[in-house]
Structures are given as structure tokens and as C-alpha cells.
């Protein structure tokens, strides 16, 4: 392996131990009172910070870095008591929209310009279909029914996300509506065939045969990362 390539791998695995140290250090915060243990847990934090600022300085050594004690004071106020300051993955809803002429639903992101199919955090209160729904409404306009769980992957391991993150895509049929995009959150959106997706589409290589393959009437089966042995330091 060469060393551009062994590069971005040990970024990543370098994120993952310090999100994950973060993570065993907050839960442990928010489950203990006893003053010693809870010293430890910040110095884990300190730890994790480090581990940080080192990922920072390999993918852009002239920028800036974030100063080591903002990283451990926005961890610690995210420390809740008890079951509530369990750490756990976020959850991303993404949504795969086909309609009848094969063809997928995109959105472009008025931030970055990258095209995806529509995508929103996971709220409380509702449950991972109905935000589907109404994350692809609120992006695009278009009306849709869930039809399939495609798939439930880790972001952070498959390099989309820095932070623990859990995407479920969801293949769902368009029902009704226009296409109308969100006015802040979108610079455009559009049905795309298989062969027309813009340059500028992010991560097609993992999804877009699964997509087209729901879109076009096949049940693919659904797809979860495969268990590393050992689990944890593979």
C-alpha cells in the first residue's frame, strides 16, 4: 500500500478512536458521580482532543486548527445524566424517490453543490419512514410512499461522516407533488436516469445500482456492513 493511499484510511481510523473515546467518555460521565472516576473520563476527553487536532493538521496542515479546549468543553456540554447521556450513533434518513420513468429523485445542496438524493436527521417524535416522507416533501416537493429499508450503514466507516452516524435509505415511490426545492437547503432538484446523474453526485458508487434496481421493480436485499473480526480494531 502506498502512502497516499494508506493516508486518508489512517485519517479515518484516527477520527473513529477519538469520536469513539469521546463517546465511552461522556456516557461514562453521564452514569457516574464518583469524583475520581469522573477525572478520568475528562482526561480521556483530553486524550480524544488530541487525536483530533492530529487529524486536523493531516488533511489541511495550513488551516487553523480548532483549539484543543473547545474540543473537550463542546463534548462536555453535551453530557447528559443517565440513559439520556448514553452516546449513541446519530440517525440520517435518506431517501431513494423513483418514479415511472426509472428515473431517481436529486437535490443539489446550496452549501456545497453536491448532488444526493434528499437526506434530514432522524427527529424525535417521528418514525424513520414518516421522516422519509417529509424530509423528500419539505426538500423537493414531491409527494411519496415507502415501499423498502434499502440499506442501514455506518457512516463514519464508510467515510462520509467524521462523527459516529447511522444513514437507513429508504426506496420510496413518487406519488404526487412538483418539484419545488427548499428555499434555503437546496440549489436545484431533478429526476435523474442512470445514465444522466450529474457530475457532481456523491457516493453513486455504493448506492445507485441498489437504487435503480428497486426503482426499475427488483426487491434488493437489504444492506448492512459486514461484521470485522475482531470487531473493533480491524
Not at 18 to 42: K, V
Not at 58 to 78: F, G, I, K, M, N
Not at 216 to 228: K, S
Amino acid at each position: 500500500m502506498s502512502a497516499d493511499s494508506a493516508e486518508p484510511l489512517l485519517t479515518r481510523d484516527l477520527v473513529r478512536w477519538s469520536e469513539a473515546l469521546a463517546a465511552i467518555a461522556r456516557t461514562g460521565l453521564g452514569f457516574t458521580q464518583n469524583l475520581y472516576e469522573r477525572e478520568r473520563f475528562e482526561e480521556v476527553l483530553h486524550v480524544a482532543a488530541d487525536i483530533k487536532m492530529a487529524v486536523d493538521r493531516l488533511l489541511d496542515p495550513t488551516a487553523t486548527p480548532v483549539e484543543h479546549d473547545q474540543h473537550v468543553q463542546e463534548w462536555l456540554r453535551s453530557v447528559g445524566n443517565g440513559v439520556p447521556g448514553y452516546v449513541t450513533p446519530k440517525v440520517a434518513i435518506g431517501v431513494i424517490v423513483g418514479n415511472d420513468a426509472g428515473e431517481v429523485l436529486l437535490v443539489q445542496r446550496a452549501d456545497s453543490g453536491i448532488w444526493l438524493f434528499p437526506t434530514g436527521w432522524a427527529d424525535v417524535g417521528y418514525s424513520p419512514a414518516e421522516v422519509a416522507v417529509k424530509e423528500v416533501h419539505e426538500e423537493t416537493g414531491i409527494e411519496c410512499e415507502p415501499v423498502q429499508l434499502l440499506s442501514v450503514v455506518d457512516g463514519q466507516r464508510r467515510g462520509f461522516s467524521r462523527f459516529g452516524m447511522y444513514m437507513l435509505l429508504f426506496h420510496c415511490t413518487a406519488v404526487g407533488g412538483s418539484l419545488q426545492g427548499h428555499p434555503l437547503e437546496t440549489a436545484d432538484v431533478g429526476w435523474f436516469a442512470a445514465d444522466r446523474l450529474p457530475d457532481a453526485t456523491a457516493g453513486a458508487d455504493w448506492w445507485a445500482p441498489m437504487a435503480f434496481a428497486a426503482i426499475t421493480g427488483e426487491r434488493p436485499a437489504t444492506l448492512f456492513d459486514d461484521v470485522r473480526s475482531p470487531i473493533w480494531r480491524s
